[in-house]
């Protein structure tokens, strides 16, 4: 089963060590593109969730948002002694000029701007609070597999009704060529032998520039290439592993072919009308191609 590259999953956490958010959003990108952002007490905690998204995304545009705190958190607060002992030597000083009676409590000092600051360093979080973090990742991830793999299988329907539509129209083409490969071989024949009597040209010559003219015209060898490609894309399609890329790869040799035969058919091979079919059809595979993972 395909999986596409858009989703999004959300995980809840009220209970354990871990209590908070986590939302994973997934959306297209040629290669994995990661994200993680966390609270500031979960910082130590970054890499291992970014280690773990890359289990089990391969390819997209990924975004965590991990909101929360652990419960048994260490804070670490600093004091600054001497601007606590500035600060009440200043005020009892004060209190003796002014003949200000009263005492000073902690109320007081905590007032003071810088007194109490919140240490930088962080402490890593316990080994059970991190399995509770962990566990709400993979819920979250959980969450925005199910959604892209319901996707996925939308765009394993879509694809597989523009490879059909590419088969019909490979067919096509093939029967109309075969049809019409005589009549430009004679039509051409019977043109060169005209510009062969009124120039007097050698006759043995100008049928070997015939058979050139109609082999140059020829689209065989790419309808070939391109009934290959449409069976690998479906043995992609049907396989268990990631198929994205190997599908954007079959997408744009399917261009080129198409682009191939529309030149010949410009250049006189016939059946524009399924030709132009079967470049929509292979444009409209291409562009949903960029949607799997």
């Known amino acids: 089963m395909i999986l596409s590259m858009t989703g999004l999953g959300l995980a809840t956490a009220d209970s354990g060590r871990f209590h908070g958010t986590v939302v994973v ?33 391969r390819r997209g545009r990924v975004e965590v948002l991990v909101r929360g705190q652990m419960e048994d958190a260490p804070v670490a607060v600093s004091v600054s002694r001497p ?37 930088d360093d962080l402490a890593a ?88 003219l109609v082999d140059r015209a020829d689209v065989c060898e790419e309808l070939e290439r391109l009934r290959s490609h449409v069976a690998q894309a479906r043995d992609a399609l049907a396989g268990r592993g990631a198929c994205g890329k190997t599908l954007d790869f079959l997408a744009q040799e399917m261009a080129r072919e198409a682009n191939t035969i529309a030149s010949k058919a410009a250049a006189g091979s016939g059946g524009a009308g399924e030709v132009i079919g079967l470049k929509a059809a292979v444009e409209r595979f291409r562009e949903q191609v960029q949607n799997v993972e």
């Open 25 to 57: 959003r997934s959306l297209n990108h040629r290669f994995l593109d990661l994200t993680v952002k966390v609270s500031r007490g979960l910082a130590p905690c970054e890499m291992e969730i970014k280690e773990l998204v890359q289990t089990r995304v």
């Open 83 to 119: 601007l606590a002992r500035g600060v009440v030597e200043a005020l009892r000083d004060l209190a003796r000029e002014h003949k200000i009676s009263g005492d000073l409590s902690i109320g007081d000092l905590v007032q003071v701007p810088g007194l109490l600051e919140v240490a």
């Open 125 to 212: 979080p316990s080994a059970e609070g991190r399995a509770d973090l962990m566990a709400s990742v993979n819920r979250a991830l959980d969450g925005l597999n199910e959604m892209r793999r319901a996707e996925g299988a939308r765009l394993g329907t879509a694809l597989e009704t523009q490879l059909s539509a590419i088969a019909s129209a490979v067919e096509e083409i093939s029967r109309q060529a075969d049809e019409g490969r005589g009549a430009r071989r004679e039509a051409l024949r019977l043109r060169a032998r005209e510009l062969g009597e009124d120039l007097k040209l050698d006759e043995a010559r100008l049928y070997q520039e015939i058979a050139r």
